[in-house]
């Protein structure tokens, strides 16, 4: 599986991005899905992830949405009300039979990732 995201940029707080992850490959809707993020200076965290439910991070529940189309083998993060902590690289995975897992190792494959910039 190869997994291409994209969508990121710069935007002030308040506002919104939408990123999407292509995957190549076969069988993406037996894949869960995962959107992690690294800030400057931090480790890597989860953001969310989707098998046919949906789990998300504390910090980022209500804001922020994922969701996938699986005809188009695409996972999407809707961000809302983007906050300038919210600034880092996003990175998309994926992985089998780790259902809504909020680890890093559970994920087999990673996109390149994009860059959000949140203003303030």
């Known amino acids: 599986v190869q997994l291409q995201a994209s969508g990121g940029g710069l935007v002030q707080a308040g506002g919104s991005l939408r990123l999407s992850c292509a995957a190549s490959?076969?069988?993406?809707?037996?894949?869960?899905m995962g959107w992690f993020r690294q800030a400057p200076g931090k480790e890597r965290e989860f953001v969310a992830a989707?098998?046919?439910?949906?789990y998300y991070a504390a910090s980022v529940k209500g804001r922020f949405t994922i969701s996938r189309d699986n005809a188009k083998n695409t996972v999407y993060l809707q961000m809302n009300s983007l906050k300038p902590e919210d600034t880092a690289v996003y990175y998309c995975?994926?992985?089998?039979?780790?259902?809504?897992?909020?680890?890093?190792?559970?994920?087999?494959?990673w996109g390149q990732g994009t860059l959000v910039t949140v203003s303030s």
């Open positions: 490959g076969r069988a993406f809707s037996t894949y869960t």
């Open positions: 995975a994926a992985g089998r039979g780790v259902h809504g897992s909020r680890w890093l190792s559970d994920y087999a494959y």
């Open positions: 989707i098998t046919w439910d949906n």
